[in-house]
């Protein structure tokens, strides 16, 4: 168990359609990132937040958004859904202290199906 | 971030050692090789990490070569549960109030039969 929560495991809509995934970081943890990993393009990168502040911005589309709460939860936001938005979304957290070993902690994923 | 490049697959008979090499020949003086596998669809796990001095812990070893161009992961005695896809990333390590992304290539996929 890395401490990292996500919800839902599993989303399945239709395309056209919005959904939110909810990510929890590890307690202290101020840095939250978001990969999405599918079939054909392996892990991507999408984007990250530190203590609220969009830190790095990877290949996420026009059509996603993020952003992290003063509690340091994270939503990614998913909308006009198309069937190749489906995937594996991955969270991560890390710590940001003067001991930072660089590591990241990952979530075990939403697995969102577009039919 | 530098480059890596790993085999796709490798295979490993259960009680073996599995070593899985990494080349990094661009890494930079400042970079750090990591290593994170991925049990099929789990999260990605963090394994270990250094920078030049070979480094072990409970779950593995990192054999860096001198000249910090390639490196070996070792897992000294693999079991069927180490079946995954091992990435081998090269980044800087973050400073105090900076976390940066990981960026995954396509890894190796380690295969540990009976």
């Known amino acids: 168990d890395s401490g990292v929560t996500q919800t839902p495991k599993h989303l399945i809509t239709a395309t056209g359609q919005r959904v939110t995934l909810r990510c929890s970081p590890r307690?202290?943890?101020?840095?939250v990132y978001w990969y999405q990993q599918s079939l054909d393009q392996g892990l991507q990168f999408l984007i990250q937040?530190?203590?609220?502040?969009?830190?790095a911005k990877g290949n996420i589309l026009e059509r996603f958004s993020a952003q992290q709460f003063p509690d340091l939860h994270s939503e990614l936001n998913l909308s006009s859904l198309e069937l190749g938005d489906s995937a594996l979304y991955f969270c991560?957290?890390?710590?940001?202290?003067?001991?930072?070993?660089?590591?990241?902690?990952f979530g075990e994923g939403s697995r969102l199906t577009v039919l | 971030d530098a480059k890596t490049t790993q085999p796709p697959s490798m295979d490993c008979a259960e009680g073996r050692a599995a070593n899985l090499p990494c080349n990094h020949s661009?890494?930079?003086?400042?970079?750090?090789v990591y290593w994170y596998r991925q049990i099929h669809s789990q999260g990605p796990q963090y394994i270990i990490h250094?920078?030049?001095n070979n480094e072990t812990n409970e779950m593995a070893s990192l054999i860096i070569t001198e000249d910090r161009k390639s490196s070996t992961l070792i897992l000294p005695h693999a079991t069927l549960r180490d079946t995954a896809v091992y990435y081998c990333?090269?980044?800087?390590?973050?400073?105090?109030?900076?976390?940066?992304?990981?960026?995954f290539g396509t890894g190796t996929r380690l295969q540990v039969t009976l």
């Open positions: 250094g920078l030049k």
């Open positions: 307690s202290g943890d101020l840095s």
């Open positions: 991560a957290s890390s710590v940001d202290l003067a001991r930072n070993t660089g590591e990241l902690f």
């Open positions: 661009t890494i930079s003086g400042n970079e750090y």
């Open positions: 990333i090269v980044r800087p390590r973050p400073h105090t109030g900076t976390a940066s992304k990981l960026t």
């Open positions: 937040y530190y203590n609220g502040e969009e830190r």
